[in-house]
């Protein structure tokens, strides 16, 4: 086992300088907390960037050293990169378009260069420490691209990438220019890990839609590898908080902050400021309360901690300007002098203050417009000792999934809102303990350390299954082998694709005619009385039995709807379903062909197909991704299936596949000898119907459940001829 890199744009540490050097203080954040119990063993490591641009080389390189002793190694960014590629392209484009915010998005070219080209230098540094066996755990927006950057220089090394915050629904994330080089660069990674299985499930239908790579699942097929997405909820370090509730220190200041409010109940609000924490709102709901219940004046106030952020960035200027004056303005409506409606404190507090704050607050208003997870009401959960205490928690946020003992609302209804801080400052002590008792063991059981371990149990498992799934190279001494067991074998079942194995591709699927060579090939094979010789093609019977019936084999068109064996009528497969379903299916793809030059519908008596060769390279793709979602949409309910191949889409019932076929032939002839061969997703069913023993191959690059892999056509071709010769 090698060591774990941790990756991610900030280090866990805040650096600070005083008169003996510098000083490395540890950050207290949830990732850090978690990732701590990694990073620190044996040759682990966290590559970040220290926080702060550091000019001279002697102090980059006591920086260097300092971090070293650390268990880390700084990725140094000039000041023109922190503006462009973090506070720019990070923040200013890739944040608001992640949040659903899109008026917000800034579409810069110079800001995206700037994003590749910090995005190289943290994988320029990964590469530094990189040695065989190492896992590579890569973290959040801001290194979107390194993942696969790292695949291009190391094509074998394990990576796991996790998203933080929301990943957007396709119709949002398809406004960005750089929407397909940023999704090539999450796909670099083996495990891509999401808090919610909505985000998921954006990420999966983007890749789909837009790189035009099926799923199955959570599973995406490459040309090669197999990437799982996965979504993984973060916990915090519940222990931790539960301990700081109830430590002297947590008590000396929850007494002193309860003198100060006096007998009043008091609702937290904690949030970083951003526009996507929906502080207004949650401001402009607690003025429409004071307003509708005036017995409540004087008897509740607003706890608003705003920690700063990303002041430079203009929306975030504007940001704060409209919080002071909403405080102002409620303020001054209802404050009294022994009463002040919203305590405001525009900045950030150690963990003892806030356990007070957490362990002092009767109500906790968390209602973020759009958060990826918001460990803030998790920690208000953990710190409530007593069980008591109400969580007002917004539906937006991806904790709601797993706390829906909160009081969940809508942070657009203001109303809502209003009424539901109302209910949770009314709400009886032995609600309030249900509520809490059930949350606090949810959180309890999934914690920051339990999140880890899965996470990086799981990477690992993804490998091994690619592992499983890699073919190998059919090398001359398997192919020696192959051979062997072929002449000592006195039944031999053949079962060969047509297109792309037998014969290349063409532009014109009717211009893939069997040469003179092949024919003789097929002819030779198929008159050997040892030999079963099955064709099975996805292409319409009356093609194939006019290009191959007068040759000694048995044939099987439309992926099974068809057989044919020789000098016999074609027999149609007596599973199907009836075909009514074309007609609707046919609507659909006749308006692809009409919106997609180059492509056209071939109808084949029990089924359809969508080809589009010809069609201009990346258009193709994207119809092709949306053709394909259409019709699964459409056959839900159908007994029919969608299969995508090469430059395909094709619409049949599900009855019958090439597996099923396969499976067929084989239980009934039980040859002690099988070969398969076949170059696409079709030919998959073939691979995995068939017994471990058989040689399937794979024709091309890519994962596949065949055993091995040979190049193209060419090498088939060459393979069979080994064949006749024996």
């Not at 019936?549 to 044919?564: D, M, N, S």
């Amino acid at each position: 086992m090698g060591k774990t890199i941790i990756v991610s744009n900030r280090l866990p540490v805040r650096i600070e300088r005083n008169q003996e050097g510098y000083r490395f203080k540890a950050s207290e954040g949830g990732l850090a907390t978690g990732l701590g119990s990694i990073y620190k063993e044996g040759n682990n490591i966290w590559i970040g960037w220290p926080g702060a641009a550091f000019e001279e080389d002697s102090v980059k390189g006591e920086i260097t050293a300092g971090l070293a002793r650390e268990s880390m190694k700084p990725v140094f960014l000039t000041p023109q990169e922190v503006d462009e590629y973090y506070l720019g392209f990070s923040n200013q484009t890739l944040w608001p378009a992640f949040h659903y915010f899109v008026q917000y998005i800034r579409y810069s070219e110079e800001m995206w260069r700037a994003y590749e080209a910090a995005n190289r230098k943290f994988a320029n540094r990964i590469l530094e420490s990189l040695e065989p066996g190492d896992i590579v755990w890569v973290h959040d927006y801001q290194l979107l691209l390194v993942p696969r950057m790292l695949r291009q220089a190391q094509p074998d090394i394990t990576i796991g990438f996790f998203q933080h915050i929301p990943f957007p629904s396709y119709e949002v994330f398809r406004m960005l220019p750089w929407r397909r080089a940023l999704l090539d660069g999450m796909l670099g990674a083996d495990y891509v890990g999401f808090h919610t299985y909505d985000d998921m499930r954006h990420f999966l239908s983007s890749v789909h839609r837009l790189a035009g790579y099926d799923y199955n699942r959570n599973e995406i097929q490459l040309e090669d590898r197999l990437v799982v997405a996965d979504s993984l909820p973060m916990g915090i370090d519940y222990e931790k908080f539960a301990q700081n509730a109830v430590s002297s220190p947590t008590e000396e200041r929850m007494e002193r902050y309860r003198k100060s409010f006096g007998a009043t109940q008091v609702v937290l609000s904690v949030d970083r400021l951003d526009y996507s924490k929906g502080i207004p709102k949650r401001l402009q709901a607690f003025d429409l309360f004071l307003e509708q219940n005036p017995q409540y004046q004087e008897k509740v106030s607003l706890l608003l901690i705003v920690v700063p952020s990303r002041d430079a960035v203009p929306s975030y200027q504007e940001l704060k300007e409209e919080v002071d004056q909403l405080v102002g303005q409620i303020n001054s409506k209802y404050g009294r002098i022994s009463w002040t409606p919203i305590h405001y404190f525009y900045r950030s507090y150690p963990l003892p203050a806030l356990s007070a704050f957490y362990r002092l607050s009767d109500v906790a208003m968390i209602t973020p417009l759009r958060d990826g997870m918001n460990l803030v009401c998790k920690e208000y959960i953990a710190s409530r000792p007593h069980k008591t205490g109400v969580l007002v928690l917004s539906e937006m946020a991806g904790s709601a999934k797993e706390l829906s003992d909160a009081l969940l609302v809508n942070p657009n209804d203001l109303q809502a809102m209003a009424d539901t801080l109302k209910k949770a400052l009314t709400m009886p002590k032995e609600e309030q303990r249900q509520h809490i008792e059930v949350m606090q063991q949810s959180l309890q059981k999934y914690t920051i350390f339990n999140w880890v371990e899965l996470f990086i149990g799981n990477l690992q498992w993804v490998k091994s299954k690619q592992h499983r799934l890699d073919t190998l190279q059919l090398a001359p001494s398997r192919q020696a082998q192959l051979l062997k067991e072929y002449q000592k074998s006195a039944t031999r079942l053949l079962l060969l694709d047509y297109d792309g194995t037998l014969v290349p591709f063409h532009i014109d699927p009717l211009a893939c005619k069997p040469d003179e060579e092949l024919n003789s090939l097929l002819q030779e094979l198929g008159n050997d009385p040892k030999n079963h010789l099955v064709i099975i093609s996805g292409r319409k019977a009356d093609t194939l039995g006019e290009w191959l019936a007068h040759l000694p084999v048995k044939l099987v068109a439309e992926h099974g709807i068809w057989t044919k064996e020789k000098d016999a009528d074609w027999q149609l497969n007596p599973e199907l379903v009836q075909p009514e379903w074309k007609e609707e299916a046919r609507k659909i793809i006749n308006f692809y062909v009409d919106r997609t030059p180059g492509s056209f519908l071939e109808e084949k008596r029990h089924a359809l197909v969508w080809h589009y060769r010809k069609v201009e390279k990346g258009l193709g793709e994207l119809r092709s991704a949306e053709l394909n979602s259409h019709l699964k949409h459409f056959m839900e309910q159908q007994r029919l299936q969608v299969l995508h191949g090469n430059h395909v889409v094709e619409v049949k019932p599900n009855a019958v596949n090439k597996g099923t076929i396969a499976q067929k032939l084989h239980q009934k002839l039980e040859p002690d000898f099988t070969l398969a061969l076949g170059d696409d997703r079709t030919d998959e069913d073939t691979f995995a119907s068939l017994p471990e023993t058989a040689y399937t191959l794979k024709v091309g690059k890519g994962a596949s459940r065949a055993r091995y892999s040979v190049e193209d056509y060419q090498a088939v071709r060459n393979l069979l001829k080994s064949l006749q010769d024996l």
